[in-house]
Each structure stands twice: as C-alpha cells, then as structure tokens.
C-alpha cells in the first residue's frame, strides 16, 4: 500500500513544508487541492510549474493527483467544462501528477441526463488526457455518492483514461457496503480516499480509527501495491485538529489495517 495525503488537510501551506511533511511522517504521495487560494492552481506559469515539479522530484515525493473542481456532470454548456477541465490534465502533465480529480455535480437534474453529461463531457475529455499521459478520476461525491453511480458512468464512456476516484465517506452514506463499492469500482479504480467522522450528522474530521468509516473493510478489498490518500477536510472545519500531528499515526493505523493477516 502506498500511502499519501490531500492538501486540503493543510490549506495553504508552502509546497516545501507540505514535501517536508511527507517526507518526515512516511507517505510516498500528496494530492494537491488545485484552486487559486493554493499554491499551486491552473494559473500558474510554466516556470512555476518547473519548480513545483523539481520540488516534489528532489523530495521523493509523487504528486499523486492535482485535485479540481470541475463538474462533470451539471447542467449548462459543455464548452467551458471541457475547457477548465483541459486545463487541469495540462497542470498535471506539467507536474508529472498521475491523476486529474473531478466532481459529478449533477444534483437538480434528471439522474439519466447526469449521467449523460458526465459521460459525453468525459469522453470528449479522454484523448487529450491520453495524449498527456493523464488519468481523469470521477470522485464518488455529492449526485453519484455510490459506487454503482460512478461505475455507471465510467462504464459508459468506456476509456482507460477516465476512472473512478472512492472516497469511503460518500458510499457509506449512500449506504454501500465496501465490497459492493469495490466490486462495481474495482474496473475503473484509480484509488480510494480515507477519512473519518463521528457519525452521518457529524462530518467534522477525525483522527482515522476514532470515528465510524469502515477503514478496515475497504481497505481488505485493494491490492497490495494500491494507492491510499487521506483527505482529511480541514479547509472546511476550521476548528478539527492540525493534520500535521495526526499524520505518523494516521500512517500507522493504516498500515496495521491494511496488513495481510498471518
């Protein structure tokens, strides 16, 4: 298992202080969150990409996936999505970051004409991504919190290059066993996104072991050399703890849990 964490746990911090977080608490990889109050964002020059890049080079660090914010699936015209999303698998390429993170956003809208957004989008989307040597991921969140909605579109537009990103939290409020998640997943799988809260109520993020996620039963269900990235939502809750004093633990009770059994 190889092991890494989303930028989102430390909202704004300098890239070399998040390489040296890596670094010093064990993980391989980082998810960098990709919007203009961070570092590192589609507005950057190309010189500034060259650094980043070399940064995380000299680190031994993968960038494992630039994480953005397009909507694949809402209402509205395909033309500015396909270009923000065009601009995201550059960042990436730029970056040498494996992955491109997208949203479905399709709440409101007929569930048949989600899904045939995210899939035309998607599709139109997946050679540019392949020429590049990108990876686009559809996050199981908000209108496709399930597995079985995410494989469907996957499924749908049917290219290597578009796959499924499981973040646990959303199947398990959309009430999905792991292994269900994982079998309709499993095709399309880029890799799976760990946290944990209290409870449905209370999303607040938590130390992973001392919350309700499943951690252990998802975990059961990846290869052994699968990527895991814990994103640990401090941008959004202000008052959790500091990621950074949590991070060696979080590793090693990732670790303990994804052991094979002797």
Aim: charged fraction near 25%; glycine fraction near 10%.
């Amino acid at each position: 298992m190889k092991l890494a964490f989303s930028t989102l746990g430390v909202p704004g911090m300098p890239i070399a202080d998040v390489i040296r977080l890596a670094v010093d608490h064990g993980y391989q990889g980082v998810e960098l969150r990709a919007h203009p109050e961070e570092p590192v964002h589609p507005g950057l020059s190309s010189a500034e990409r060259a650094d980043v890049a070399e940064d995380f080079k000299k680190g031994g660090v993968e960038i494992l996936t630039v994480a953005g914010y397009v909507r694949v699936a809402a209402e509205g015209d395909d033309q500015p999505v396909l270009d923000e999303l065009a601009g995201l698998v550059e960042l990436a390429r730029d970056l040498s970051a494996l992955h491109v993170r997208v949203f479905p956003g399709g709440g409101g809208l007929d569930p048949e004409v989600a899904d045939a957004n995210a899939a035309r989008r998607l599709g139109a989307a997946a050679p540019y991504a392949a020429d590049l040597g990108v990876r686009i991921l559809l996050e199981t969140h908000d209108s496709h919190r399930a597995g079985a909605d995410v494989a469907r579109i996957a499924g749908t537009v049917g290219h290597r290059q578009v796959g499924a990103l499981w973040d646990i939290m959303h199947t398990w409020l959309a009430g999905e066993e792991p292994a269900a998640s994982h079998a309709v997943l499993a095709p399309h799988l880029g890799y799976v996104q760990v946290k944990d809260i209290a409870s449905a109520e209370d999303t607040e993020p938590l130390a992973l072991g001392a919350g309700v996620l499943p951690l252990g039963a998802c975990l059961d269900t990846l290869d052994a050399d699968s990527w895991v990235c814990w994103e640990y939502e401090k941008r959004w809750h202000p008052d959790a703890a500091e990621l950074p004093g949590l991070l060696s633990a979080g590793r090693e009770h990732l670790l303990r849990l994804g052991a094979p059994e002797q």
